[in-house]
């Protein structure tokens, strides 16, 4: 599948490992590969980002929001408020008695992060958005329209800055 | 949220998707919230056996989740 990958795309793969060792995760995960897109302004998804006013920073804040409960999304944070879990309470306990950070904090990590599965489900649903397009590779626009299929954070961030995957497939639909 | 917006009763809702997606969430934080609790108690000097009897595992189950920590 990665022969088929232009340069940028991989541009974006290899910088989302760089995002997730620089937060010292143990996983890329969706989130990463989308800081990765909006840190490389030259590619044809970061453009339709920035149009959205999406910036490094805001994802960045995103992800450090959601890492500091533990990885979850606002949707998950919402399904646990649905159980009767208020996360809020949870990580405020464990961080009075654990410290700030807690449920962040990784051990022993090992030397290069692996992909979560979520991140494996983008890497597979490009793939499928690319031959849904006729399109030969598999390219940044087709990183992103996974980004924006697949749930969990990453399209949370989006659907927050109106990037959904309608409107990036008409996106996609007028530039071809 | 798209969807989250009928998440509010995941626990008693009857899709099947809302309830198994609710457990996926919860699964996660008792990952983590493990994974606090058994660096907590390394810190504090418990050994591997003392505690896989508190989360009732096995030492070895515990000792190969956690033990590069």
């Known amino acids: ?176 | 949220m798209t969807e989250a917006t009928d998440l509010a009763t995941a626990a008693g809702s009857e899709d099947p998707r809302v309830g198994l997606r609710a457990v996926a969430a919860l699964r996660k934080l008792l990952e983590r919230l493990e994974a606090v609790q058994v660096r907590n108690a390394r810190v504090q000097g418990w050994s591997w056996q003392e505690i896989a009897d508190e989360l009732g595992v096995t030492r070895q189950a515990v000792h190969k989740k956690h033990g590069r920590r």
């Open chain 1, 1 to 176: 599948m990665f022969e088929r990958f232009t340069k940028a795309a991989r541009g974006i793969v290899d910088e989302a490992v760089r995002q997730a060792e620089q937060a010292a995760d143990v996983e890329v995960r969706p989130a990463h590969m989308l800081a990765a897109i909006v840190a490389m302004p030259e590619s044809r998804a970061a453009t339709m980002l920035h149009a959205h006013g999406l910036t490094v920073q805001e994802v960045a804040a995103a992800i450090a929001e959601a890492e500091r409960r533990g990885g979850l999304s606002d949707e998950e944070v919402e399904l646990l408020n649905g159980m009767g879990i208020d996360v809020a309470q949870v990580v405020d306990r464990v961080e009075s008695v654990h410290g700030a950070g807690a449920l962040q904090k990784r051990w022993g990590r090992p030397k290069s992060p692996r992909f979560s599965q979520a991140a494996k489900a983008v890497l597979h649903r490009s793939l499928r958005e690319a031959i849904d397009l006729r399109n030969n590779y598999i390219g940044t626009e087709h990183l992103l329209l996974a980004l924006a299929a697949e749930p969990g954070l990453a399209r949370e961030i989006l659907f927050e800055h109106g990037v959904t995957y309608q409107v990036l497939r008409a996106a996609n639909a007028r530039a071809s």
